[in-house]
């Protein structure tokens, strides 16, 4: 009898069984591993993945744990950042892994402060194998540079003919009492994801990358959204920003998105080149031909020197369906990338809705300037296609080994922002923790505006250098991994604050302490009938303070993302302040969790409602320039007059306060900036502010200036003149942003039609001229561009003499006025104004001046001719 089938039927069952079980013992041996370090348990994050114990991979060297005093507000998980792994000597971790397989490797650093540990004493290496990815790194000094709380940094590890990881931390020997720690450690198995890469500048070469060792510098989701790890494709667990802060110039195109109904089919592309969310959206130049020629498509990254980096490029098209229908060059640090043949993704995917890849390589040289990559795109002509534009879908930049090394330098902190951190953590430690520098960090203001949350919370990087006697090689450039950003208060772990503890004791003598019981009286136990206002701190209430003073009292809410950071730079700010035309702080109330600003009360509201508002009479067009000078004259001393230069950050019409006579008063210094000096023109900081008013060179570059306040209040001049607010979402895209619509408007000469239609042909139009010259100066994409705040109260101040002029005349459209003497004001010489105006003039040429005119006898340019304070 044949019995072939009855032997073979069971010998069958067992050989699937038994590549089952190898593939399961393969996907074991493979798994990720996500471990919260110095933690006995591990724990859940915010995402909910699970991550565990690193005690199972201890392996040579002593370590002790320990656990953060206090969790950042930006920490939105515990896990893995409260618990830390402390080296004071080498260790090393040994880790399985499969042979010859790519792999991330992720570490998380959070420089709190530890029990009987200075986290500035921290300087440290990191090896994998013989890999050197960190070398006299101090996660300190790096959060301070680029003001986060926590640090991620991301490699990808060449396949190795071994079955084990062996990753050693080794504290400096440079610096008595160093050690090193670690917060998280992500181990990841990946696909071989690396090839050849084009040689920028040579197309006909390339750079072998399969067997590099590579850092993660940066992973952008091209006009789309933020793309959480575990959202990733492929199971690689990788986070993807969106582009914005990283263009230049205020040409950013438009963003694109892919048809709902459109599927992306990845074809010859594994899934997990990147997310279907990459592919689906894009940022391309925009419909108009001749813009579109006029510019590149630009986008600017620092990185560090002497390194060679793989710049991938990601394309989905899913708009045009043809070869030679959008056709583009791409240039890389001012060389060809791609311009023989130049880019047309229907040319190397066949059909729309497949995506693709390009990867190019370039080297950056140690030279002034050259840290730094630009990628920039522009149509092509000579194929003459259907339509001249670029589009780019997902960007990634990653660093290469130099003989075993991906180790760059530690960031140098400018002085300024030495000092005021310096100053900072000296007002906001306590007793038990003077001797720990703590990392300071801020929130992004405004950032509910029109959705677009996700992309402030970028961190913009600033450039790095070498701490000056230090032999430091830590690259400061780093993926921005999710929340990366600080928040403006730090927080213990119970979620209880001593604000008052934070004041100096000049801020304290300074203003007076109010008991909570006095605010709850005068505000009538926070009855709402008393809110007045609210804002990024809280509400605001009217009340009456010891039977007669009337006061508005700011609240702090607990669920705001400003905070005892916020609170305390308020009174330390106000307190040290007199000015007619800056809001004037009473004192304050800190008390049972409560957190209270006590002002003078403002009569008449802010700006923004008797623009907006249509119940109350509109503002005449002398009313509006008195307002905007006496708040260019709050900045300017806030500029120029106080003992350091102060930058309000924050600067819109919500802001600007009027009393019961109309006189303007800024207000809300809770995200202010000071340094002693400005000798390196800029403080280097998280990004602050409101949308719409946001000053475009500060959001790509993180370095502050005082041109910053300026850019805002070009927005709040235009706001005036037009009425309508600096945001509208309702409105179609180019209208969107007051700025851009107003400069727009200002180019084509057609701004009178878009200006509030109750002042048209109430304004002298050489007043107007004046007017939107100074609020278009002020909107200058580069801050070098703008005026000071001196240069636009002058102006302003001119445009209410033209306008003054013209009424006593009569007129509405006199183009001259006539001094006291009958010479004609442009006939005024120089000789009498500031030198300031001479020698750094931003609105108008020397010759311009001249034909300016200036009553010198006039009291409304004292504060110019004899500015106080300095």
């Excluded at 199971?235 to 438009?254: H, K, M, Q, S």
């Excluded at 990338?337 to 390589?361: F, L, R, S």
Aim: aromatic share 10%; charged share 20%; glycine share 8%.
């Amino acid at each position: 009898m044949y019995t072939g089938p009855r032997i073979l039927f069971p010998v069958a069952c067992m050989c699937v069984l038994l590549l089952n079980a190898i593939g399961v013992w393969c996907a074991k041996e493979e798994a990720s591993l996500a471990l919260s370090c110095g933690s006995d348990k591990g724990g859940t994050d915010a995402d909910g993945r699970k991550w565990d114990s690193d005690s199972k991979y201890l392996g040579s060297g002593e370590s002790k744990t320990a656990m953060a005093t206090f969790q950042d507000p930006s920490l939105l998980s515990q896990v893995p950042y409260m618990d830390a792994r402390i080296f004071s000597k080498e260790f090393s971790y040994k880790f399985p892994i499969a042979s010859k397989k790519r792999y991330w490797v992720r570490f998380h650093f959070y420089p709190s402060t530890y029990p009987g540990l200075n986290i500035s004493n921290s300087y440290f290496s990191v090896a994998a194998n013989d890999i050197t990815l960190l070398s006299n790194f101090s996660a300190s000094i790096t959060a301070q540079a680029l003001t986060q709380a926590y640090l991620v940094r991301e490699y990808s590890l060449a396949p190795v003919d071994s079955d084990s990881l062996t990753i050693t931390f080794k504290p400096s020997d440079k610096y008595p009492g160093s050690f090193a720690f670690v917060n998280g450690i992500e181990l990841v198995p990946t696909p071989d994801l690396f090839d050849s890469a084009t040689l920028v500048g040579f197309s006909d070469q390339s750079v072998d990358a399969t067997s590099a060792n590579m850092q993660t510098m940066f992973r952008l989701n091209v006009a789309g959204q933020y793309i959480p790890a575990n959202n990733d494709s492929g199971g690689l667990l990788r986070t993807w920003y969106d582009d914005l802060p990283y263009l230049y110039g205020a040409a950013i195109g438009v963003n694109a998105q892919a048809d709902a109904k459109l599927e992306i089919n990845y074809k010859d592309l594994p899934d997990y080149a990147a997310p279907v969310d990459v592919y689906r959206t894009a940022r391309s130049m925009g419909p108009d031909k001749n813009v579109n020629l006029g510019y590149n498509l630009t986008w600017i990254f620092q990185v560090d020197a002497n390194f060679t980096y793989v710049v991938r490029l990601h394309f989905c098209e899913f708009i045009f369906s043809k070869i030679n229908q959008r056709v583009f060059n791409i240039y890389i640090n001012n060389q060809t990338a791609q311009t023989d043949p130049p880019a047309d993704v229907i040319g190397w995917t066949g059909e729309q809705g497949v995506p693709t890849y390009k990867d190019y390589t370039v080297y950056i040289n140690d030279g002034p300037g050259d840290e730094e990559i630009w990628v920039a795109m522009r149509p092509s002509t000579e194929s003459k296609p259907e339509y001249y534009d670029a589009l780019l879908n997902g960007l990634e930049i990653f660093k290469m080994d130099t003989a075993k090394n991906l180790a760059g330098p530690n960031p140098q902190l400018s002085e300024m922002l030495a000092k005021a951190e310096l100053t900072s953590t000296r007002s906001f430690s306590n007793e038990n923790t003077s001797n720990n520098i703590q990392v300071i960090g801020g929130a992004a203001g405004g950032a509910a505006a029109i959705g677009l949350v996700a992309a402030i919370c970028i961190v913009v990087y600033q450039r790095k250098r070498r701490i000056p006697g230090t032999d430091t090689h830590t690259s400061s450039w780093l993926p921005i991994y999710g929340h990366s950003q600080t928040s403006g208060t730090k927080s213990t772990i119970s979620g209880k604050s001593n604000a008052s503890s934070h004041l100096s004791a000049m801020a304290q003598g300074l203003c007076r302490r109010f008991s909570l019981p006095e605010i709850r009286q005068a505000t009538k136990n926070f009855d709402e009938s008393y809110v007045i206002g609210v804002g990024g701190f809280g509400k605001v209430y009217k009340g009456v303070l010891d039977g007669k003073t009337k006061v508005a009292i700011k609240r702090s809410n607990p669920s705001s993302e400003q905070g005892v950071n916020e609170f305390v730079t308020e009174i330390e700010m106000l307190s040290k302040l007199r000015h007619k035309h800056l809001v004037s702080l009473i004192g304050f109330c800190e008390e049972d969790e409560e957190m209270c600003l006590v002002y003078d009360y403002m009569a008449l509201g802010t700006l923004r409602e008797h623009i907006y508002n249509i119940k109350k009479p509109h503002l005449s067009w002398k009313q509006r320039l008195e307002i905007c000078i006496g708040s260019a004259r709050g900045l300017h001393y806030l500029h120029t007059g106080a003992k350091y230069t102060i930058i309000h950050r924050d600067v819109k019409t919500t802001n600007i306060l009027l009393d019961e006579n109309w006189v303007a008063k800024v207000s809300d210094f809770g995200l202010s900036k000071t340094g002693p000096n400005m000798d390196n023109g800029h403080v280097s900081t998280v990004v602050k502010g409101s949308f719409g008013y946001l000053d475009p060179e500060y959001f790509r570059r993180q370095q502050l200036t005082e041109k910053s306040d300026i850019y805002s209040f070009g927005v709040v001049l235009f706001e005036v003149l037009c009425a309508r607010p600096a945001l509208n979402p309702s409105l179609p895209k180019d209208q969107v942003s007051l700025a851009d619509w107003a400069l727009n408007n200002t180019r084509k000469g057609t701004l009178e039609d878009i200006i509030d239609p109750h002042l048209k042909g109430k304004i002298v139009p050489e007043c107007l001229k004046k007017f939107s010259d100074t609020a278009e100066k002020c909107l200058s994409d580069n801050g070098i561009d703008r005026p000071s705040m001196g240069d636009v109260l002058w102006n302003l101040e001119f445009c209410l003499q033209l306008e003054e002029s013209a009424s006593s005349d009569g007129s509405s459209t006199r183009s001259s006025r006539r001094g006291a003497s009958g010479t004609s004001s442009e006939d005024i010489s120089l000789r009498n104004r500031p030198p300031l105006h001479i020698s750094n003039l931003s609105l108008g040429s020397e010759s311009d001046l001249n034909e300016e005119a200036e009553d010198t006898n006039s009291a409304i340019f004292s504060q110019i001719v004899n500015p106080t304070g300095r």
